[in-house]
């Protein structure tokens, strides 16, 4: 494997021809108002990059766009003017005519030293100007990450929001029957290809989750038997158990800092929250009830965690201070609630509520108001956010089905994708955006 900042390093990004000095007048910039909710997809031509890798990188470009929601990529049946040299302006007049918003050209060539040059226009048709571009440098197997960073300076340019193309996701992938499972912690990018396992299987394997400031997962194992939260290096595959307790440590979760672990331990027939600082190893208990507090997430400023705890009788969504102060329940729809993760953008708390014999994936403010309901069936669970707070991904087994699949939603509830994986797939959780 390549390490991620290896990576970024062989990657250089630099500005094309003429796009530091680009200006275009304030009426003719193209924007989507994110701000508006439900926006209407943007209809945007996509071409196929020039060189022999082009057309790949396009599609790739493409279906991360589409996948978003906010972008409708224009079939190429449609594309009048064939585009035959990148650099030069296209006839504007004729991708007006078929309403595309935006534009995409580019191309891929090999360096004589054996690396991938990408790069890539973005043009408004309907202002008759180039947008922005960019140019990368990279070793060929890096070409789809190359594509999703593209999607990404698209993404931003058209939105003024960061993206989330080149992100990886860490899960369980399941395999086997019902009777013989065999869960193994794996990792892929965010649509779904590259899938590495990181664990052979002979493990049970829970909640793996990404440290918001280094290539590392914490996850439980039942290793030789024992109930333990481990972290992972994902760079070096370096493996450490968090601490020895007394009691089983599940659902860890780092603080946004990268320096603690929250999780919930078990004594006896309760659980409690605990914090471990990664540094000194020494903990901190944050609640003591006689109930089941679990789940634990921090705001994204470090300063509150959302939990879940049936101290009222059946399992509901608490938000406390990081200190352990102030613990107030914020739910109280009908059924229960479960698994709260705070949003990156810090305005929204998700959830899985379970009521009617269904589970719901939701949103809710922090003080709970504002509760929306994205997407039911017969158990969806497990909600993680996109980095930049606009879409969840989540995991779902439909009645009847062998296993649970992996499933992607925007805050709108009506873009929902099928995170395909060679597998069954639960407990995803999303990094942060790739350095």
């Known amino acids: 494997m390549v390490k991620c900042s290896l990576i970024?390093?062989?990657?250089?990004?630099?500005?094309?021809?003429?796009?530091?000095?680009?200006?275009?007048?304030?009426?003719?910039?193209?924007?989507?108002?994110?701000?508006?909710?439900?926006?209407?997809?943007?209809?945007i031509a996509v071409t196929d990059f020039q060189g022999d890798m082009g057309a790949q990188v396009s599609q790739v470009i493409a279906a991360d766009l589409q996948r978003s929601g906010l972008f409708a990529p224009i079939n190429k049946t449609a594309f009048i003017e064939k585009i035959s040299n990148p650099d030069a302006s296209p006839r504007f007049e004729d991708w007006k005519v078929i309403n595309a918003q935006a534009l995409v050209t580019g191309r891929v060539t090999k360096e004589a030293d054996g690396r991938l040059r990408a790069e890539f226009r973005l043009w408004d048709p309907f202002a008759g100007q180039q947008m922005t571009g960019q140019q990368f440098y990279t070793q060929p197997e890096n070409w789809r990450r190359v594509a999703h960073i593209i999607a990404d300076a698209i993404y931003k340019q058209i939105t003024g929001e960061e993206g989330y193309f080149d992100t990886r996701v860490v899960f369980v992938s399941e395999s086997g029957t019902k009777q013989q499972r065999k869960r193994q912690l794996a990792i892929m990018d965010q649509d779904g290809f590259n899938v590495r396992m990181l664990t052979d299987?002979?493990?049970?394997?829970?909640?793996?989750?990404?440290?918001?400031?280094?290539?590392?997962?914490?996850?439980?194992s039942f290793a030789n038997q024992q109930p333990r939260v481990y972290l992972l290096q994902l760079e070096t595959g370096q493996r450490e158990v968090v601490g020895n307790f007394p009691g089983m440590t599940f659902s860890p979760r780092f603080s946004p800092d990268g320096q603690k672990v929250i999780m919930s331990l078990q004594q006896d027939a309760n659980s409690n929250i605990y914090t471990m600082d990664l540094r000194s190893r020494t903990t901190t208990r944050l609640t003591l009830t006689a109930a089941i507090d679990t789940s634990p997430s921090y705001s994204p400023d470090g300063a509150r965690v959302s939990f879940e705890s049936d101290r009222g009788g059946k399992p509901q969504i608490y938000v406390m201070n990081a200190d352990g102060s102030g613990q107030t329940r914020i739910s109280f729809g009908d059924g229960s609630y479960s698994t709260p993760v705070w949003s990156p953008r810090g305005d929204l708390i998700a959830f899985t509520k379970q009521a009617g014999g269904k589970f719901s994936i939701g949103v809710m403010k922090p003080d709970g108001s504002g509760e929306r309901i994205l997407t039911t069936g017969f158990h969806n669970e497990g909600p993680t956010w996109a980095p930049n707070g606009r879409v969840l991904m989540f995991f779902r087994q439909a009645a009847g089905s062998g296993g649970p699949q992996l499933y992607s939603i925007d805050l709108t509830g009506y873009n929902e994708q099928l995170v395909k994986t060679p597998s069954y797939g639960s407990d995803p959780a999303w990094s942060p955006l790739m350095e």
């Open 8 to 43: 970024r390093a062989l990657m250089v990004i630099a500005g094309l021809f003429g796009v530091a000095a680009f200006t275009t007048p304030a009426n003719a910039v193209l924007t989507l108002d994110l701000r508006k909710g439900n926006v209407q997809p943007l209809p």
């Open 201 to 220: 299987g002979s493990d049970l394997v829970l909640t793996p989750r990404f440290s918001p400031s280094r290539q590392e997962v914490t996850y439980m």
